[in-house]
């Protein structure tokens, strides 16, 4: 039996693929689709996504092929009429690596996580279309189009906003499809605009925009995004509002519904939702792609132990903050504020009120000892290692006035604050064995 089935191979299924197989956890990756999407999708990476990826040995090729946003540059007709930024632009400090948002196409960042997990050994199964799942107290059996019977421990929905999964599951989606608010992407080769700015017509403040061409790092291509229903002829949508701007060839097109849903639960028994199949949004802020990325990286270490206590507290951690990306993004989305900052970066996300947060500072980001944090363990902030086996790797020296111990789960959030007497107590609490203690550095 698979321990863990993961349905989809977007960058949620993928993130996850990556943290178990990391772990040498047993797993099987099965995509519907013959072969890997195309289309630009969702092209920001917020800053912690970057530190993600750092973690899961992606960012040096994430930064060496994307880039910092450009400057916005809006028009009437063939007449610069604004310039601006969507972003300030940062320098790194210890505690944020990396700042700034970072522009790739979505077909990238699918790419170089499907390397990263090809090193590991394992390849996502295409066309491969799951049409049923049950389960029982033993385990998930999922059925494949193909009529395979695929039986593991878990199984994880990863599937997009329709998730046939969370439909088998029976899981609500709770919210509102805005049929009438639609918008039209499209990956184009144009002539008449440079590679450094994004180029507007029309207002995005007013939500009167024509359309907006948005060139994307090491490639030829724009992304053109639309009001739509509009112009079904994008040339001629461009001939109307910028003279000198010619569209060469169209890529790739989609149309984009605006959907606020949530799902009403993350996980049923042996199945657990991530990414759009439990929470889908308005493009406002670029959190989709990344709240996916968090939610798999959230639960791939917690699959990994697979104690009961530990896995309840997915749902728990990753609903909460669900539904405040939908709020932000709605509310970004309404206002037509397509800036960037402090609120969209996803730093300040906590599970402050988690069962897991134990302690002044649990549920805080740690947003320090980065180098130390790659890799799959716990970290323990200690002036020595204790006195018992301690899950912990690592042991660092405290944090200037900590007082008490820290231990940092894997995913880089502080668990557990306090004296060291109730460490073990919390260890044993959520399963987490004690497989070894090293030496202090
Ligand atoms: C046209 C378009 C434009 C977008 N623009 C933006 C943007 O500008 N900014 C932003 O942040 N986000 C954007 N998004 C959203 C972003 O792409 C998603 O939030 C992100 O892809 C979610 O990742 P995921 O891994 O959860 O799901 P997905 O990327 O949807 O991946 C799910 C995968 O599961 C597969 N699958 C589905 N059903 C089955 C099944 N039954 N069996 C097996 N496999 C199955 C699908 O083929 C797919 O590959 C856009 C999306 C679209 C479609």
Request: glycine fraction near 12%; charge should be negative; proline fraction near 5%.
């Amino acid at each position: 039996m698979t321990h863990v089935l993961i349905v989809g191979s977007g960058p949620a299924g993928l993130t996850l693929a990556i943290e178990l197989a990391r772990r040498g956890v047993d797993l099987r990756i099965v995509e519907r689709s013959p072969r890997p999407p195309g289309g630009v999708r969702g092209k920001g990476l917020q800053p912690r996504t970057l530190e993600v990826f750092d973690d899961l040995g992606v960012i040096d090729e994430i930064l060496a092929t994307g880039a910092v946003y450009p400057g916005l540059r809006s028009y009437i007709g063939d007449e610069v009429v604004w310039e601006g930024r969507m972003d300030e632009l940062r320098e790194p400090s210890p505690g944020v690596p990396y700042p700034n948002v970072i522009m790739q196409p979505q077909w990238r960042t699918e790419r170089i996580l499907r390397d990263r997990l090809a090193e590991l050994g394992h390849r996502v199964e295409y066309g491969a279309e799951v049409t049923g799942v049950e389960q029982d107290a033993e385990g998930v059996t999922a059925t494949l189009a193909t009529g395979e019977r695929v039986r593991s421990a878990y199984l994880v929905g990863a599937d997009g906003g329709r998730s046939t999964v969370r439909k088998a599951a029976g899981i609500g989606f709770t919210g509102v499809t805005h049929e009438s608010e639609r918008m039209l992407l499209a990956d184009v080769k144009a002539r008449g605009v440079d590679r450094e700015h994004w180029h507007l017509w029309g207002s995005l403040q007013s939500r009167s925009l024509h359309f907006s061409l948005c060139p994307l790092p090491g490639t030829d291509i724009f992304q053109l995004v639309a009001p739509y229903p509009g112009h079904d002829d994008l040339a001629a949508l461009v001939a109307e509002h910028a003279p000198h701007v010619r569209i060469e060839e169209i890529v790739w097109r989609s149309e984009y519904r605006v959907n606020i849903r949530l799902a009403e639960r993350f996980r049923a028994g042996r199945i657990f939702l991530a990414g759009d199949a439990a929470h889908v949004h308005t493009p406002a802020g670029g959190q989709g792609l990344n709240t996916g990325v968090q939610d798999a990286y959230n639960l791939g270490w917690k699959l990994a132990i697979g104690s009961e206590a530990l896995l309840e507290t997915y749902e728990d951690e990753r609903k909460a903050v669900a539904e405040h990306v939908l709020g932000l993004s709605t509310r970004l989305y309404r206002e037509g504020d397509h800036r960037r900052g402090d609120d969209t970066n996803q730093l300040d996300l906590a599970y402050l009120g988690s069962a897991l947060s134990v302690g002044e500072r649990g549920g805080e980001r740690l947003g320090a000892y980065f180098a130390e944090q790659r890799g799959t363990g716990f970290l323990l902030l200690a002036d020595r290692a204790p006195g018992f086996a301690s899950t912990a790797e690592i042991v660092l020296p405290p944090l200037d006035g900590q007082r008490g111990v820290i231990l940092v789960r894997p995913d880089g959030y502080i668990g557990y604050h306090g004296d060291e007497s109730g460490l073990s107590a919390y260890l044993s609490g959520f399963g987490i064995a004690a497989p070894l203690s090293s030496a202090a550095r």
